[in-house]
C-alpha cells in the first residue's frame, strides 16, 4: 500500500484528538482551510440549487406571462388593423392633420378661412399607431401677408371629434407662426416634442390635434394651411409585424408579420 494513504480501520490511534486531526492532515498534505472549505461543500451545493431553483420558477412565471400575453396579441377580436391595412402605411413617411373639426361653436370655424379672433381645428384620419418625429406647417395668408408671428399654434393627443373642451393632453409648448415659417415663406422643420425625455406614440384609437388661432389685428385672414408630421415609416412597418401570430406559423416563424398596432404607455 502507498505510503500516501492513511489506514484508518484498525487504527492504533484515534483521529478524533486535534493532535491525530492535525497529523492526518499532514499525511493527506491538505491544509486545513481546505479542510474546512471542502466540508463546507455540501451547504454551497444546497444553497446553489435553492437559487437555481427559484431562478428556473421565476423563468417559468415570465415565461408563461409572455405566453399569455402573445394569445391575446395574436387574437384577432384584438388586432386593431389587419396586416393588408398596416402595409399600405409603410411606403408613406407623413401624415396629414387636414380633417377640419366641425360643429364646435364659439370662436371655432369649420374650415378655411380663419378671420381674426377665430380658431380652426386639424386632426388626421383614422390609421394605425405611429410615432411623429418632426413637424413642418405652410400657410397662406391673405393679401400676401407674411406676418406670422400672429397665428398660435398648439398640438393635443386625445380622441379627436370631441367638444370644444375636450381636447386630450397638450403635447408641447404654444408655438407662433414664425417658429415654422421665415418671412419670405421658407419652412423650418421643428422637432416634434417628446414626453419625459422619450418619444410619444399616437395610438391607433387616437388622434394627434392642431389648433391654429389668428390673433393678428390687421384683419388678416388664414386663407389655408398645411401641417405635415412626418414619422419613419420604416422603422413602424419593422415594429408592426409579427409572424408568429400568423395562424400556419406553429410559432416556427422568425420575424415580424402581421399584428396589431400597439400604443406604449406614456
Given at each position: 500500500m502507498s505510503e500516501g494513504l492513511?489506514?484508518?480501520?484498525?487504527?492504533?490511534?484515534?483521529?478524533?484528538?486535534?493532535?491525530?486531526?492535525?497529523?492526518?492532515?499532514?499525511?493527506?498534505?491538505?491544509?486545513?482551510?481546505?479542510?474546512?472549505?471542502?466540508?463546507?461543500?455540501?451547504?454551497?451545493?444546497?444553497?446553489?440549487?435553492?437559487?437555481?431553483?427559484?431562478?428556473?420558477?421565476?423563468?417559468?412565471?415570465?415565461?408563461?406571462?409572455?405566453?399569455?400575453?402573445?394569445?391575446?396579441?395574436?387574437c384577432s377580436a384584438n388586432?386593431?388593423?389587419?396586416?393588408?391595412?398596416?402595409?399600405?402605411?409603410?411606403?408613406?413617411?407623413?401624415?396629414?392633420?387636414?380633417?377640419?373639426?366641425?360643429?364646435?361653436?364659439?370662436?371655432?370655424?369649420?374650415?378655411?378661412?380663419?378671420?381674426?379672433?377665430?380658431?380652426?381645428?386639424?386632426?388626421?384620419?383614422?390609421?394605425?399607431?405611429?410615432?411623429?418625429?418632426q413637424i413642418r406647417i405652410d400657410m397662406n395668408l391673405a393679401g400676401g401677408a407674411n406676418n406670422y408671428l400672429d397665428f398660435y399654434i398648439s398640438f393635443y393627443l386625445g380622441p379627436g371629434d370631441g367638444a370644444a373642451g375636450e381636447l386630450g393632453k397638450k403635447i408641447g409648448p404654444t408655438y407662433r407662426g414664425n417658429q415654422f415659417l421665415n418671412k419670405d415663406g421658407g419652412q423650418i422643420i421643428v422637432p416634434f416634442?417628446?414626453?419625459?425625455?422619450?418619444?410619444?406614440?399616437?395610438?391607433?384609437?387616437?388622434?394627434?390635434?392642431?389648433?391654429?388661432?389668428?390673433?393678428?389685428?390687421?384683419?388678416t385672414n388664414l386663407e389655408s394651411a398645411q401641417v405635415v408630421i412626418l414619422y419613419d415609416n420604416n422603422k413602424f412597418f419593422e415594429m408592426c409585424r409579427v409572424d408568429i401570430c400568423k395562424p400556419d406559423c406553429g410559432g416556427a416563424c422568425g420575424g415580424g408579420g402581421g399584428g396589431s398596432s400597439s400604443s406604449i404607455p406614456q
Open positions: 492513511v489506514k484508518y480501520e484498525g487504527a492504533e490511534y484515534p483521529i478524533d484528538t486535534p493532535e491525530n486531526f492535525q497529523k492526518m492532515l499532514r499525511i493527506l498534505r491538505c491544509h486545513p482551510e481546505r479542510w474546512a472549505e471542502m466540508l463546507g461543500c455540501p451547504d454551497k451545493v444546497n444553497t446553489m440549487t435553492r437559487r437555481v431553483e427559484e431562478r428556473c420558477k421565476t423563468l417559468e412565471g415570465q415565461c408563461e406571462m409572455l405566453m399569455r400575453l402573445m394569445k391575446r396579441a395574436c388586432i386593431n388593423f389587419s396586416q393588408i391595412t398596416i402595409d399600405e402605411y409603410s411606403d408613406d413617411s407623413q401624415v396629414n392633420l387636414d380633417q377640419p373639426v366641425k360643429s364646435l361653436g364659439g370662436d371655432y370655424v369649420d374650415d378655411f378661412p380663419v378671420a381674426p379672433a377665430h380658431v380652426i381645428r386639424l386632426q388626421h384620419s383614422s390609421r394605425p399607431g405611429w410615432t411623429p418625429t416634442p417628446k414626453y419625459k425625455g422619450a418619444p410619444i406614440d399616437v395610438g391607433s384609437l387616437e388622434r394627434l390635434i392642431v389648433e391654429i388661432s389668428n390673433r393678428s389685428g390687421g384683419g
